[in-house]
């Protein structure tokens, strides 16, 4: 299994502190994507990072992939209560059509 | 902004009952898949779709779950005898190319008795 596994499965933080979370996987990827789930909600799609590129930015979310640890990071700077939900990372692989395995995910908390 | 939309939102079902769970994948995307969550558990892999046939199927796509796009809007997902342990979120997802991110859907919760 190349599923992403999320550390550290939760996070509670002040409002305006920085969130940072990991996710390891364990194959060759083409591409590694984050998304966001609010409870009991859909999966919203945050970034995606291919496997070439090192670090991305979308906001206040910034990515970073290294391949040759297989780990991939989502920081997010200056949290607000509204970024209170659960994060996972997605890996897709070269396959037909890069279906995505999910890790077990992160759970944030900002506090007001 | 396009969307993936699914329905129901929420289904309750009997044992043994056929459920059939309804998704309009945004409308220039090429590539379509079903995912579940169990409660408390990782999104799974259930099957992938394009060129109106199956790509790929995970172990727990058995012979009970099957898929088809009846027309050029609808993909559907059916289970055809429903275990408890079928209860979950099911997602379904498009994308429009083949290394570009999935766009799910709301999620139907299934909730089987």
């Known amino acids: 299994s190349q599923q992403g596994e999320e550390d550290p499965q939760a996070l509670s933080i002040q409002e305006g502190e920085n969130a940072t979370m990991n996710c390891s996987y364990k194959?060759?990827?083409?591409?590694l994507q984050w998304y966001r789930q609010n409870s009991g909600r859909g999966l919203v799609h945050l970034i995606l990072?291919?496997?070439?590129?090192r670090e991305k930015h979308s906001g206040r979310l910034r990515v970073t992939l290294d391949t040759s640890k297989k780990s991939s990071s989502l920081l997010i700077t200056a949290s607000r209560a509204a970024d209170t939900a659960s994060y996972f990372c997605?890996?897709?692989?070269?396959?037909?059509?890069?279906?995505?395995?999910f890790g077990a995910g992160t759970t944030v908390t900002v506090r007001a | 902004e396009p969307e993936v939309t699914q329905t129901p939102s929420h289904q309750v079902t009997q044992m043994g009952q056929e459920v059939i769970l309804r998704c309009v994948p945004i409308?220039?995307?090429?590539?379509f898949y079903w995912y579940r969550q169990i409660l408390g558990q990782k999104v799974e892999f259930l099957v992938s779709?394009?060129?109106?046939?199956?790509?790929?199927k995970s172990e727990i796509f058995d012979d009970q779950f099957s898929v088809e796009r009846p027309d050029g809007s609808n993909f559907t997902l059916k289970i055809r005898s429903t275990k408890l342990e079928d209860s979950a979120m099911y997602f379904c997802?498009?994308?429009?190319?083949?290394?570009?991110?999935?766009?799910f859907g709301p999620g139907t919760r299934l909730t089987v008795t």
């Open positions: 997802a498009s994308k429009p190319g083949v290394a570009y991110e999935q766009y």
């Open positions: 409308s220039n995307h090429l590539y």
């Open positions: 997605a890996t897709a692989r070269g396959s037909n059509d890069y279906k995505l395995s």
């Open positions: 194959t060759s990827i083409n591409n």
């Open positions: 990072i291919r496997s070439n590129e």
């Open positions: 779709f394009y060129n109106n046939e199956i790509s790929e």
